[in-house]
């Protein structure tokens, strides 16, 4: 049997659609370019191309742990996010277009800044968020921690891999823990967020990412509690606290921080309309 591009692609769609996978044509593109080592667009211009039966059996390997539940991003050990393609493994939260409007919105404000400027990142996981932000700002360092000793790893590796590894310093430990004694011009986080009692009915793929990185406890705010209430002893004065929060939290969130003396709080909407992002000056 000899199959081509537009067949197996064909094939792993129609099972991806039965299984009510949400993307199923775009998620077989990513995964046979993964194992073609191709740009997406090279499946559609070689379509016809026959496929070495060994490309053929890997690709319908991951097909099936697709199917069993496994997010791409696992799969493949990357997802892009601002543009640059990180790499993530089961330790870490992959990435979601969301958060962009957090990392750009920080990122716009360091710069305007201009001048050197250190923000903190807490739950940093793959370091996704602050590595976007070091690229983008570079007169910024940045202390990102997570509580988590192998999502560091993979935040330090992709701090390297863009070549920001001299500006950001990593601390192991829970939320300000490590960072005792040092202020911050900014802080940043995407916290867990997600009630406990929600987690078992998230979807298959999300639930196959860390607990750790999604439980926000009862109500999904712990994390916001905790944070808000320690962040302005971390804030340099004028700093900024920005948060990516989850459906209907932002205005919870926007209670605790104005409580805790935060000034000009704002409410950002993510692209389907979703409030997201909540930030505060102190
Ligand atoms: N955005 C993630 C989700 O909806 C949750 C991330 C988080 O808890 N910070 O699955």
């Known amino acids: 049997m000899k199959f081509s591009v537009f067949e197996v692609l064909k094939?792993?769609?129609e099972q991806?659609?039965?299984?009510?996978?949400d993307n199923p044509r775009l998620d077989a593109e990513i995964l046979l370019a993964h194992v073609l080592k191709w740009r997406r667009l090279r499946l559609y211009v070689d379509s016809d191309k026959i496929l070495?039966?060994?490309?053929?059996?890997?690709?319908n390997q991951l097909v099936n742990r697709r199917l069993e539940g496994f997010p791409v991003a696992y799969l493949t050990g990357s997802k892009d996010f601002m543009g640059l393609t990180f790499a993530v493994n089961e330790n870490v939260l992959i990435p979601r277009p969301d958060t962009e409007i957090l990392a750009e919105g920080v990122g716009k404000y360091l710069r305007g800044l201009g001048r050197e400027v250190?923000?903190?990142?807490l739950g940093a996981g793959s370091g996704a968020i602050c590595i976007s932000i070091l690229k983008f700002v570079q007169s910024a360092r940045a202390a990102a921690v997570d509580i988590s000793n192998e999502a560091l790893e993979v935040a330090k590796f992709n701090a390297i891999k863009f070549h920001v590894e001299d500006r950001a310093e990593f601390?192991?430990?829970?939320?300000?823990?490590?960072?005792?004694?040092?202020?911050?011009n900014a802080i940043v986080s995407n916290p867990p967020y997600i009630p406990t009692c929600e987690l078992d009915a998230l979807q298959a793929e999300v639930r196959r990412e860390p607990r750790l990185a999604l439980d926000g406890?009862?109500?999904g705010l712990n994390f916001y509690r905790r944070i808000i209430s320690d962040a302005p002893r971390f804030l340099t004065a004028g700093g900024l606290l920005a948060v990516e929060v989850g459906i209907n939290q932002a205005q919870a969130?926007?209670?605790?921080?104005e409580a805790a003396g935060f000034v000009d709080i704002q409410i950002f909407k993510d692209l389907a309309g979703i409030e997201r992002v909540v930030a505060a000056g102190i």
């Open 52 to 59: 070495p039966l060994e490309s053929v059996l890997r690709f």
């Open 118 to 121: 250190i923000f903190a990142d």
């Open 253 to 257: 969130v926007k209670t605790l921080a």
């Open 16 to 21: 991806f659609s039965a299984a009510n996978i």
């Open 171 to 184: 601390f192991c430990g829970d939320l300000f823990a490590p960072l005792e004694g040092k202020t911050f």
């Open 217 to 219: 406890g009862a109500d």
């Open 11 to 13: 094939a792993a769609s």
